[in-house]
């Protein structure tokens, strides 16, 4: 079965540091990955994702990510954050058949920004 | 467009009681399915829909019931309403064999 861990629940930066948001899989065949963004009282926004391909994959807002299959790993990473960068980020495996996708998510890190 | 719509934002039911949870998009997106989302937990897929006509289950089934009947409209039925349904519900869409990529703003349901 597919599985998501993201180690950090919290995570508190200062605004204009870097920032590395950590998220390791478990998935039986080539992953597809995700990251999304969920601000306060709001629904979830696709950040970027991953099909094939480089393995470093852009984003919006500035967020880049790197898949690494040797540690089933896909962290999220920022050179500078804002203070509206200050939201929950989940990563989600999953399958894109060609008629559905199932995503599992992780259980999310909440990501403070201090002045 | 207005995107995902959900209504309504709030809602408190007793045990036993039913109600439909309304969702709508407007960009004719074949996919749509539902979420919810507990402390702690994540996102768990509840049903999915991948046209009119067609719905198939997901990760938390159980005391939920979808149809589609439109492209639009993709409403999630609680059947008999029990604490453990007390959660954040979200709606998503997208084309096919795309990830969800639009989230309405979520139904917060409290079942006591």
């Known amino acids: 079965a597919q599985s998501v861990t993201q180690p950090d629940i919290h995570i508190t930066v200062s605004e204009g540091a870097s920032l590395e948001l950590r998220c390791n899989y478990s998935y039986g065949a080539t992953p597809y990955l995700f990251w999304y963004v969920q601000s306060p009282g709001q629904g979830l926004q696709l950040l970027l994702k991953?099909?094939?391909?480089?393995?470093l994959v852009q984003g919006i807002k500035g967020f880049e990510a790197e898949f690494k299959r040797s540690q089933s790993s896909f962290n999220l990473r920022k050179p500078s954050v804002h203070w509206s960068d200050a939201a929950e980020y989940f990563c989600a495996v999953g399958a894109l058949t060609g008629t559905a996708s199932k995503l599992t998510f992780g259980t999310g890190t909440r990501l403070q920004v201090t002045l | 467009n207005a995107g995902v719509t959900q209504t309504p934002k709030f809602q408190v039911l007793k045990t036993g009681q039913s109600m439909t949870l309304q969702c709508a998009q407007d960009m004719n997106h074949e996919y749509m399915s539902w979420y919810r989302q507990d402390p702690g937990m994540g996102l768990r897929l509840i049903h999915y829909?991948?046209?009119?006509?067609?719905?198939d289950q997901g990760e938390v089934p159980n005391g939920y019931n979808v149809s589609r009947s439109t492209t639009e409209d993709f409403p999630l039925r609680l059947l008999s309403a029990a604490p453990s349904q007390t959660s954040v519900y979200f709606c998503?869409?997208?084309?096919?064999?795309?990830?969800?990529?639009?989230f309405g703003p979520g139904t917060r349901l409290t079942v006591t």
């Open positions: 829909s991948v046209g009119a006509g067609i719905t």
């Open positions: 991953y099909f094939s391909g480089d393995t």
């Open positions: 998503a869409s997208s084309y096919r064999g795309l990830p969800p990529a639009y």
